[in-house]
């Protein structure tokens, strides 16, 4: 690049996903060809492309050898940084040029083409439009492309004439106003990687080898992060251990716009939930708690409850992820049910706490996440339509609003103006499930409070669970830039 501004010759940048070429691509280069000498295009490499689970259609080198087969493309590279700044910054181009949906700074959802406007100016250069017809690669690879079954392909097409992306992306937009207090066990999930050496010689017992640990702040933990994405007051009440508490790192864990109110249990650790995974196939082969379940002692039951009596009544939504462990005792439950103003819950059946536990325990809350096994464990039926027992836990529970999750099979959702309705998974490849429930919780009661309709709770909480399960574990929060351009993407 040094070599070329030195004759003088103007450089013009384009960047992009550039995912399926087509003509408005062709038209776009042709235009930005016109408006210097050289013509530099860079393209933002896989892992950032941020276009939901199942995108990019092609890989990147692909993509990179179809540019350059373009004749009025004169130098092609793939940007290894997540935004086109550092590419910008390394070529100091004379003219920074995007397409005519960029013009309107406005309706950028990510909020990148302001930083991009700044990186071309510092360099020197300007900023311009192209002026031709938009096409889009993504409306291009649903119709015609779509990695996603037909079926749900079809339904995508109807949900976003029922409800476009504008719509949608909208309640994101209000979310940020929303005051969140969130509620609930903090987990610390470790996942020890492994790899299998045989059977002990002496014992009928499988041998490991372990060959590294991660852990991820998980429980209230995730769902607070997973909050903080898209809100800007959010405040998280949980309890630690004094033994072993690990409050360092679950303070290092936490988003800075999270307020802690950590409570204590004396001689009892921070709850942890160890995994021991197959590193080549990414089994988990055994799990093994940190966990003290007993009932609380009374002073510590008071401790939490005058918490959530000072604490609940101050905010929008109150959401609670109750596992069981003992944190929230009766008295507790009741105080957020009386003082909240707007109630999400799931009251979570898991391993510690099976035969213990109960959506029951939550009557009248205003949102309700479950899944399907929790639905039947609910109404005592392990074989009947979910449909049928859906119907029947709703109307026990005094809802407003229920979602039933169904892994792969989507989520069954129901209120009281519309019924039921199924929404499909929109998830691409499925990593790791674990969290994936409370993603979908998180996000879709940012939408059922603010009285979205029921179906697009569900799309919400779908398309939350699909970037989830794309990562292992709590690695990373839903990013909410991934996520309006998620939606986007599958409603165009």
Do not use: W
């Given at each position: 690049?040094?070599?070329?501004?030195?004759?003088s010759?103007?450089?013009?940048h384009?960047?992009?996903v550039?995912?399926l070429?087509?003509?408005g691509?062709?038209?776009?280069?042709?235009?930005?060809?016109?408006?210097?000498d050289?013509?530099v295009?860079?393209?933002t490499?896989?892992?950032?492309?941020n276009?939901?689970?199942?995108?990019?259609?092609?890989p990147?080198q692909?993509r990179?050898?179809?540019l350059?087969?373009?004749?009025?493309?004169?130098?092609?590279a793939i940007?290894?940084?997540?935004?086109?700044?550092?590419?910008?910054?390394?070529?100091?181009p004379?003219?920074y040029?995007?397409g005519?949906d960029?013009a309107d700074?406005?309706?950028d959802?990510?909020?990148?083409?302001?930083?991009?406007e700044a990186?071309?100016?510092?360099?020197?250069?300007?900023?311009?439009?192209?002026?031709g017809?938009?096409?889009?690669?993504?409306?291009l690879i649903?119709?015609?492309?779509?990695?996603?079954?037909?079926?749900?392909?079809?339904?995508?097409t109807?949900?976003?004439?029922r409800?476009?992306?504008?719509e949608?992306?909208?309640?994101v937009?209000?979310?940020?106003?929303?005051k969140?207090?969130l509620?609930?066990e903090?987990?610390i999930?470790?996942?020890?990687?492994?790899?299998?050496?045989?059977?002990s010689?002496?014992?009928?017992?499988?041998?490991?080898?372990?060959l590294?640990?991660?852990?991820?702040a998980?429980?209230?933990?995730?769902?607070?992060?997973?909050?903080a994405?898209?809100?800007d007051?959010?405040?998280?009440i949980a309890?630690?251990?004094?033994?072993?508490?690990?409050?360092?790192?679950i303070?290092s864990?936490?988003?800075?716009?999270?307020r802690?109110?950590?409570l204590?249990?004396?001689?009892s650790?921070?709850?942890?939930?160890?995994?021991?995974?197959?590193?080549y196939?990414?089994?988990?082969m055994l799990?093994?708690y940190?966990i003290?379940?007993?009932?609380?002692?009374?002073?510590?039951?008071e401790?939490?409850?005058?918490?959530?009596?000072?604490?609940?009544?101050?905010?929008?939504?109150?959401?609670?992820?109750?596992?069981?462990?003992?944190?929230?005792?009766?008295?507790?439950r009741a105080?957020i049910?009386e003082?909240?103003?707007?109630?999400?819950?799931?009251?979570?059946?898991?391993?510690?706490?099976?035969?213990?536990h109960a959506?029951?325990?939550?009557?009248?809350?205003?949102y309700?996440?479950?899944?399907e096994?929790?639905?039947?464990?609910?109404a005592r039926?392990?074989?009947?339509d979910?449909?049928?027992?859906?119907?029947?836990?709703?109307?026990?529970?005094g809802?407003?609003?229920?979602?039933?999750?169904?892994?792969?099979?989507?989520?069954?959702?129901?209120?009281?103006?519309?019924?039921f309705?199924?929404v499909?998974?929109?998830?691409?490849?499925?990593?790791?499930?674990?969290?994936?429930?409370d993603?979908?919780?998180s996000?879709?009661?940012?939408?059922?409070?603010?009285?979205a309709?029921?179906?697009v709770?569900?799309?919400?909480g779908n398309?939350?669970?699909a970037l989830?399960?794309?990562?292992?574990?709590?690695r990373?929060?839903i990013?909410r830039?991934?996520?309006?351009?998620?939606?986007?993407?599958?409603?165009?």
């Amino acid at each position: 690049m040094a070599a070329l501004r030195d004759t003088s010759r103007r450089i013009v940048h384009c960047h992009g996903v550039f995912d399926l070429l087509h003509v408005g691509h062709l038209r776009y280069f042709q235009e930005a060809k016109a408006m210097g000498d050289v013509l530099v295009v860079t393209l933002t490499t896989d892992k950032f492309v941020n276009k939901g689970p199942h995108r990019p259609a092609f890989p990147e080198q692909l993509r990179a050898e179809v540019l350059a087969g373009l004749e009025c493309v004169d130098f092609v590279a793939i940007n290894p940084h997540p935004t086109a700044v550092e590419a910008i910054r390394l070529i100091k181009p004379d003219v920074y040029v995007k397409g005519p949906d960029y013009a309107d700074k406005a309706k950028d959802v990510t909020g990148k083409i302001h930083e991009e406007e700044a990186a071309v100016q510092e360099v020197g250069g300007r900023i311009a439009f192209t002026t031709g017809e938009i096409f889009s690669s993504t409306a291009l690879i649903n119709q015609h492309m779509s990695t996603l079954p037909p079926e749900v392909q079809t339904y995508l097409t109807d949900f976003a004439r029922r409800h476009p992306a504008r719509e949608v992306l909208d309640y994101v937009e209000r979310a940020r106003g929303l005051k969140v207090l969130l509620v609930g066990e903090p987990i610390i999930d470790e996942y020890v990687y492994c790899e299998a050496i045989g059977k002990s010689s002496k014992e009928p017992t499988l041998v490991v080898k372990q060959l590294a640990s991660e852990k991820f702040a998980g429980g209230i933990l995730a769902a607070a992060n997973h909050v903080a994405g898209f809100c800007d007051q959010v405040a998280v009440i949980a309890q630690l251990g004094t033994e072993g508490s690990r409050e360092a790192f679950i303070e290092s864990r936490l988003k800075p716009n999270v307020r802690r109110t950590f409570l204590h249990r004396k001689n009892s650790p921070t709850i942890v939930k160890r995994r021991f995974v197959e590193n080549y196939f990414f089994l988990k082969m055994l799990e093994v708690y940190e966990i003290n379940d007993a009932t609380l002692s009374p002073e510590e039951d008071e401790q939490v409850c005058q918490a959530l009596i000072e604490q609940v009544p101050k905010y929008d939504l109150v959401i609670v992820i109750d596992f069981g462990h003992s944190m929230l005792s009766d008295r507790a439950r009741a105080i957020i049910r009386e003082r909240a103003k707007f109630l999400a819950v799931n009251a979570q059946c898991n391993a510690g706490n099976l035969g213990h536990h109960a959506l029951s325990k939550y009557p009248h809350a205003d949102y309700v996440t479950a899944t399907e096994r929790e639905v039947r464990i609910e109404a005592r039926d392990r074989h009947g339509d979910i449909a049928h027992l859906s119907r029947a836990v709703f109307a026990q529970l005094g809802c407003k609003m229920l979602a039933v999750t169904r892994g792969k099979n989507g989520c069954l959702c129901c209120d009281g103006a519309t019924g039921f309705v199924q929404v499909p998974a929109v998830a691409g490849k499925v990593v790791d499930r674990i969290g994936a429930g409370d993603a979908f919780l998180s996000v879709s009661a940012l939408f059922a409070a603010q009285g979205a309709p029921m179906e697009v709770v569900g799309f919400a909480g779908n398309a939350a669970g699909a970037l989830a399960v794309a990562t292992v574990a709590n690695r990373d929060a839903i990013d909410r830039v991934a996520y309006l351009k998620q939606v986007e993407s599958l409603l165009k």
